[in-house]
């Protein structure tokens, strides 16, 4: 399955550097926020999530920053690799257990 | 395990005719997802199971799109009859409990000519 193509915001970033890709929601009431990522031909895959009252997550190689104020989230990741190609997906997940996506940004590795 | 499985992989049919999507999800998880992705839309969802019963369906297109889950270990979306529109890569994807991370299968690249 291809992510999806021309209409997506895509984030150039060099090999080594750190990479931040940004995410706006609208909706107050998620109680967890995730990120995916979609590589070319295949299915969306679980990086990290973040629940609703916390504002921070770091994992391996990569941080979730939630600012509920401005109902903003981003996705740090650091040192990017040339296999961090790929478009990336917000989601949301409401109490009701329903997973909803939002736009994708595509990452895309300069050497 | 192997994984969320999708099939068929690729499905290219006239319009008009039935079109039959399935999935077998990740055994032990009791949620199920049906997306779509289209390069206007993105990633859609359009009906929602947990223990094998619909719990919401308000993102199915029309009454053309069906879904079933006859029991934990099989899926179908059914399309009938198919339009040009429908074009796109449908995704199942599965989940255990109240988790966040759901498990997508390879998707359904269905083309309506």
């Known amino acids: 399955g291809e992510s999806v193509g021309l209409h997506l915001p895509t984030l150039s970033v060099q090999e080594g550097d750190n990479s931040i890709i940004n995410c706006a929601y609208s909706?107050?009431?998620?109680?967890?926020f995730i990120w995916y990522k979609q590589e070319s031909g295949k299915g969306p895959q679980f990086i990290i999530d973040i629940r609703s009252n916390m504002d921070k997550r770091q994992g391996q190689r990569v941080t979730v920053l939630l600012n509920k104020t401005v109902k903003h989230l981003s996705l740090q990741i650091a040192a990017t690799q040339p296999g961090d190609s790929a478009v990336y997906f917000c989601?949301?997940?409401?109490?009701?257990?329903?997973?909803?996506f939002g736009k994708g940004t595509r990452l895309h590795i300069l050497p | 395990d192997a994984g969320v499985i999708q099939s068929p992989r690729h499905e290219v049919t006239e319009m008009g005719q039935e079109v039959t999507l399935r999935c077998k999800p990740i055994s032990g998880h009791n949620s199920l997802f049906w997306y779509r992705q289209t390069m206007m839309r993105g990633l859609e969802l359009l009906i929602y199971f947990n223990n094998n019963v619909p719990i919401d369906d308000s993102g199915m297109p029309e009454d053309r799109f069906s879904a079933k889950m006859p029991n934990a270990s099989f899926s179908t979306l059914k399309i009938q009859p198919s339009e040009p529109r429908d074009s796109a890569v449908y995704f199942c994807?599965?989940?255990?409990?109240?988790?966040?991370?759901?498990?997508f299968g390879q998707g359904t690249r269905l083309t309506v000519v």
């Open positions: 909706n107050s009431a998620s109680d967890y």
């Open positions: 989601a949301e997940r409401g109490r009701d257990d329903k997973i909803i």
């Open positions: 994807a599965s989940k255990h409990g109240v988790g966040t991370e759901a498990f």
